[in-house]
């Protein structure tokens, strides 16, 4: 009788497999056609294909994630304890429930996040998890439709659980009487099939590792968005933690452990014996002013400023004519070529403050961040120079330990919303207009100051009031109506409203202030691009860059090389050789844009690189022209953005995990 209801609840087991391999692959098939836009026009049904059995196979992992603990829980429990085998069978059904319910919500918010980020669940996901939860919260539900999702998602996981208990609740193959009453001829044959289809499962599809699938190789086609489809939202949450787990232990692309020695010469651009202190190889020295020392300095990253508003294609949506007049000014210099630290807000300000660029590791959560101010910090460089170095920021001060952050790295003030008295806009903080003005009544009481200014309107959820401040917003959504390839133009114009707002209320902050104290000086950049693109297939540069614009007294179109490339911890160099007397001793793992060693220089982030004729994604063969056309050789571009990385990488990540030192333990 055991044997008999054991044989019975092993295809109750199978039910659930199926069952579970089954939703998922329905959801993919209803996502891909959904989102079927995002794919590339190239792409034909053969690999459409390809991707859905692809993807099946990847499944089979998912599904044997869900019967696992069913079958060791509920039927080797039914085996132990016969006498329960009402309740485990009412738990096997509730981990049914459960696996469905969360399918189904990661499901339905997997559409706006790939709206956002042009990719199933990712590193983004470990970023959110560090982030403010409580705004993260607010946004999804005001942004993203978070209630209305749940409320879907309960509603279709209380259907599908009635479909689910209706095919438990049907017959089931009686055990065959040549193993009726014969444990012991049934054992190895049962174990025979189990191992065999453990195997199968397991390797997704397959008998070995080398003949199966996994989400490290299921990229089997030739268009992104297939190739995203083929992972279920499982899978894709499993990448996002391993590919976290990895970058956390230093195993990311251009870092290399054992090189330390070999790449830190490279940064100081020779091979002499100089010890094993980092700051020595690091320490550079002025060649002597560009320009006249200015009473200010005001570097403002903005809330994902995306450059590709500012190219002449888009030109008709007037959103970014604020940062191209500055641009285009006398006093204004633009380099084209130009990445942020990474593809979140945090990495930018932890790039600004410490100098390092993103290794995947949370430098505001390092220990040794808020013990040990790291030699290339930004504020103690410039304070040397006789600045106050403060920073601003739109939202609460607490944010994702930024606060904690700057003033253990040398920044003299840090200013949230609350502490300059704004009202709160929405849950990230208050209007970048609010801001400026309070950052404006400071300055008259401020000696010569360095400003770190972080905007914080143009970010989901985006419900300021636009035709308030000025902007004509149904004239906007008819432009943005004509751009090809628009999934929502009406969605996608209140974004670039938002972004329009900035644009404006930066530029007016410039103008106004340079009027009250002509000797200052501007940097505008973005902490990243990516979440609001121009169309469902933009190219890397659109997806990925930001501004670089310097205006401000003495600056001239010639004060930097035309489209120097570089990054978020170019800046700090790049603004020491701009105003310091020459002599003077800095700490910088990356050269300033001043000058472009060898033609070297190279702006990256975790995903992507940029040099003054070409981008590409890191650690791969694709490389993009840059709009302007420049004539590039790909593999050249690819070597000299691979030598900045290498050295970047590695030397950041070793003062983060070792110090200042070459040695490692």
């Known amino acids: 009788m055991r044997l008999n209801h054991f044989f019975h609840d092993i295809q109750q087991d199978l039910k659930l497999f199926f069952y579970i391999l089954l939703l998922l692959c329905l959801y993919r098939v209803i996502f891909l056609g959904v989102f079927s836009g995002y794919m590339d026009s190239t792409a034909n049904l053969g690999e459409i294909a390809l991707a859905n059995l692809t993807g099946l196979r990847l499944s089979l992992k998912t599904a044997g994630w869900v019967t696992v603990p069913a079958c060791l829980f509920c039927t080797v429990g039914a085996l132990l304890l016969p006498r329960g085998r009402a309740f485990f069978a009412r738990l096997r059904l509730g981990i049914g429930m459960l696996a469905t319910f969360l399918f189904t919500v990661l499901f339905l918010a997997r559409f706006p996040f790939y709206a956002t980020f042009r990719s199933t669940y990712n590193l983004q996901v470990a970023a959110g998890a560090n982030d403010d939860i409580g705004a993260i919260f607010s946004m999804m539900v005001a942004e993203y439709g978070l209630l209305w999702r749940l409320g879907v998602a309960l509603l279709l996981t209380a259907m599908l659980a009635l479909f689910l208990r209706w095919l438990l609740r049907r017959g089931t193959a009686a055990l065959p009487r040549v193993f009726a009453g014969r444990p012991l001829r049934f054992a190895p044959a049962f174990l025979v099939v189990f191992a065999l289809f453990f195997l199968f499962v397991r390797f997704g599809g397959a008998f070995s590792y080398s003949a199966g699938i996994n989400w490290e190789n299921a990229g089997v086609t030739s268009d992104d968005f297939l190739n995203e489809c083929i992972l279920d939202d499982g899978q894709a949450m499993y990448r996002a933690y391993m590919m976290n787990k990895a970058l956390q232990a230093g195993n990311i692309y251009g870092v290399e452990k054992d090189k330390v020695r070999e790449l830190a010469h490279l940064a100081a651009g020779h091979t002499d014996e100089t010890g094993d202190d980092l700051t020595a190889y690091l320490t550079r020295t002025t060649k002597g002013p560009r320009m006249a020392k200015p009473k200010h300095i005001f570097i403002v990253l903005g809330e994902s400023w995306a450059r590709w508003p500012m190219l002449d294609k888009y030109a008709d949506l007037h959103i970014a004519d604020g940062i191209k007049g500055l641009a285009a000014s006398p006093k204004g210099y633009e380099s084209r070529a130009f990445m942020p630290n990474g593809e979140f807000t945090s990495v930018a300000l932890t790039g600004i403050i410490t100098g390092l660029n993103d290794v995947a590791i949370n430098v505001n959560y390092e220990p040794r961040s808020l013990r040990e101010v790291y030699p290339t910090a930004f504020a103690p460089q410039l304070k040397k120079l006789g600045y106050k170095v403060d920073f601003w920021y739109g939202g609460t001060p607490s944010w994702d330990g930024i606060k904690r952050l700057a003033l253990a790295q040398g920044f003299d003030d840090y200013y949230g919303y609350p502490d300059f008295h704004a009202p709160k806009?929405?849950?990230?903080?208050?209007?970048?207009?609010?801001?400026?003005?309070?950052?404006?009544?400071?300055?008259?009481?401020?000696?010569?100051?360095?400003?770190?200014?972080?905007?914080?309107?143009?970010?989901?959820?985006?419900?300021?009031?636009?035709?308030?401040?000025?902007?004509?917003?149904?004239?906007?959504?008819?432009?943005?109506?004509?751009?090809?390839?628009?999934?929502?133009?009406?969605?996608?114009?209140?974004?670039?409203?938002?972004?329009?707002?900035?644009?404006?209320?930066?530029?007016?902050?410039?103008?106004?202030?340079?009027?009250?104290?002509?000797?200052?000086?501007?940097?505008?950049?973005?902490?990243?691009?990516?979440?609001?693109?121009p169309s469902q297939h933009p190219t890397l540069y659109e997806e990925q860059s930001v501004p670089f614009v310097l205006y401000g007294a003495g600056v001239t179109k010639d004060i930097l090389p035309e489209d120097t490339s570089g990054g978020l911890t170019n800046v700090l160099p790049t603004l020491l050789e701009l105003i310091a007397p020459a002599g003077f001793s800095y700490t910088s793992i990356v050269p300033p844009l001043t000058e472009e060693p060898d033609g070297m220089g190279t702006g990256f982030n975790r995903s992507t690189w940029v040099t003054r004729n070409a981008i590409g994604r890191v650690g791969t063969d694709t490389t993009e022209p840059l709009p302007w056309n420049a004539p590039y050789d790909a593999a050249a571009e690819r070597e000299k953005a691979d030598h900045w990385i290498r050295i970047a990488r590695t030397l950041s990540w070793q003062l983060i995990r070792h110090g200042d030192t070459i040695a490692t333990p």
Not at 470 to 487: F, N
Not at 489 to 511: I, N, Q, R, S
């Open 425 to 533: 806009q929405n849950t990230w903080g208050t209007t970048d207009g609010e801001l400026f003005k309070a950052l404006s009544a400071h300055l008259a009481e401020e000696p010569p100051t360095v400003h770190v200014i972080m905007t914080v309107t143009n970010h989901p959820p985006y419900n300021l009031d636009l035709e308030g401040e000025g902007l004509d917003l149904d004239a906007l959504k008819e432009k943005v109506r004509q751009m090809p390839d628009v999934k929502d133009p009406d969605t996608l114009a209140v974004e670039l409203g938002h972004y329009w707002y900035m644009d404006k209320v930066v530029t007016d902050f410039v103008k106004r202030t340079e009027e009250a104290y002509p000797d200052s000086l501007f940097i505008l950049t973005g902490d990243h691009a990516v979440r609001t693109n």
